[in-house]
């Protein structure tokens, strides 16, 4: 088993981040990055002893729908996440602290056990174990908000971070008692938040390609 020199601690926020072997594209369907919010909602409830398979084959509804910002005595309080092609980010508030190394392993396992089903491939879909930032203060937390949500326009996948389907920036702009509900985002209305998103669109593309030519 893998060491993890992060610890988790209740009531922190934690930065939570993964990328798949070899860049490989893991969420360029719907249908893919759907699954992988719905695992993560299933997960989170402590309720849950079975596995999502089986609580899809033996148990859900059609038309069913599992929340992932749910917040009843879940694990952890997702505040923001975002799927891009070939890696994922959330962002976190920890509620029960002993649980989150086995909840974020179940989580990869389970899609990637979706995953190689799905398209017949054997292998690991991981580069890595995830990585965790713990947030240290409020500025840092808008700032990583604003990078998560910024990610799909920074990658120039979209011109604009709302028309990028797979992540929750599009509920935090068009919805004040969503926004509201995420104590945690010191910015409660919709349209700062957006103001103070957008306005760095550019500069954020600026400093990937500083970063390339430095890294090159």
């Known amino acids: 088993m893998i060491k993890r020199k992060a610890k988790f601690y209740n009531n922190c926020i934690y930065h939570i981040f993964n990328k798949s072997i070899a860049n490989f594209n893991i969420f360029t369907s719907g ?3 759907e699954r992988f919010i719905q695992t993560i909602a299933f997960y989170n409830n402590p309720e849950n002893k079975i596995s999502y398979s089986k609580y899809l084959r033996d ?3 059609k038309g069913d729908s599992l929340n992932i910002f749910e917040n009843n005595n879940q694990y952890v309080k997702v505040i923001c996440y975002c799927l ?4 994922y980010h959330f962002l976190i508030r920890v509620n029960h602290y002993k ?10 396992t389970s899609y990637t056990r979706y995953f190689n089903l799905k398209y017949k491939r054997k292998g690991p879909l ?10 240290k203060n409020n500025e840092q937390l808008l700032h990583v908000s604003r990078y998560i949500h910024l990610n799909p326009t920074t ?18 702009i ?15 209305d919709k349209t700062i938040y957006k ?22």
């Open 99 to 108: 649980n989150i190394y086995r909840f974020i392993d179940t989580i990869e």
């Open 174 to 188: 068009n919805n004040d008692d969503f926004l509201q509900s995420i104590k945690e985002i010191s910015i409660n």
């Open 31 to 33: 249908s893919n990055c």
């Open 84 to 87: 891009m092609p070939d890696h």
């Open 195 to 216: 103001k103070f998103v957008e306005d760095n669109i550019d500069y954020q593309i600026k400093l990937k390609i500083i970063k390339k030519f430095l890294i090159d």
């Open 155 to 172: 990658a120039k996948l979209v011109d604009k971070p709302e028309r990028w389907e797979y992540s929750s920036y599009k509920l935090f």
């Open 59 to 61: 148990y859900k509804n």
């Open 126 to 135: 991981w580069q890595s174990s995830y990585r965790s930032i713990k947030i």
